[in-house]
C-alpha cells in the first residue's frame, strides 16, 4: 500500500487531445444518473406548467367573455388566473355569481371576507356554500365544529 498515490490502477489519465469529448460523456453519464435516480418530478412539473401556461392563454380571451356574461364557472376561472383584474373591478362578477347561487363563488366570496377581516360575513356566505355541497366549505365547516 506504500506506492497507493503512484498506483495506476485508481489514477484516470485523460488524453489531452481528446479532453473535451471526455467531458462531455462525463457529463451526459451524470446527467443520465441524475435523472433515472434523482426523480423526474422537476422535470415533469416544469413541462406541466408550462403546457398548462399555454393552456391558459388560448382559453383567456374566451373566459373572459363567458365571465362577462355572468358564467360562474368563469368568473371562478378568471379569478384564479386573472386576480388583479377581478380585484381592479371589486369582485363585482364574484359577488353576482355568489348571490346567483353558485357554490364555488359562495365559498370565494367568504374566503375574500374571511382575508378583508369581516368573519361573520365570511362564516354565513362559507355556510352556504357547505349547504350547497361544495368539498371545502364542508370540511371548513366540519374542521370548524370539531375546534368548538
Known amino acids: 500500500m506504500s506506492d497507493f498515490p503512484n498506483n495506476k490502477l485508481f489514477t ?10 471526455f467531458y462531455l460523456h462525463v457529463g451526459i453519464l451524470v446527467g ?4 433515472t435516480t434523482a426523480g423526474q418530478e422537476p422535470i415533469k412539473e416544469y413541462f406541466k406548467s408550462v403546457r398548462e401556461s399555454r393552456e391558459i392563454d388560448q382559453i383567456r380571451p374566451l373566459m373572459k367573455t363567458l365571465a362577462e356574461s355572468g ?10 388566473h386573472e386576480y388583479e383584474a377581478a380585484k381592479e373591478s371589486g369582485f363585482a362578477a364574484l ?19 374571511m382575508d378583508k377581516g369581516h368573519p361573520e ?10 349547504k350547497e355541497g361544495f368539498p371545502q366549505a364542508v370540511a371548513y365547516m366540519q374542521s370548524e365544529t370539531q375546534d368548538d
Open 12 to 21: 484516470i489519465q485523460v488524453n489531452p487531445t481528446r479532453k473535451k469529448a
Open 32 to 35: 443520465l444518473y441524475l435523472l
Open 95 to 113: 359577488t353576482d355569481a355568489a348571490l346567483g347561487g353558485d357554490s364555488e363563488s359562495m365559498w370565494l366570496y367568504g374566503v375574500m371576507q
Open 121 to 130: 360575513v365570511a362564516k354565513v356566505w362559507i355556510e352556504k356554500a357547505a
Open 71 to 80: 358564467k360562474p364557472d368563469a368568473i371562478v376561472w378568471m379569478i384564479k
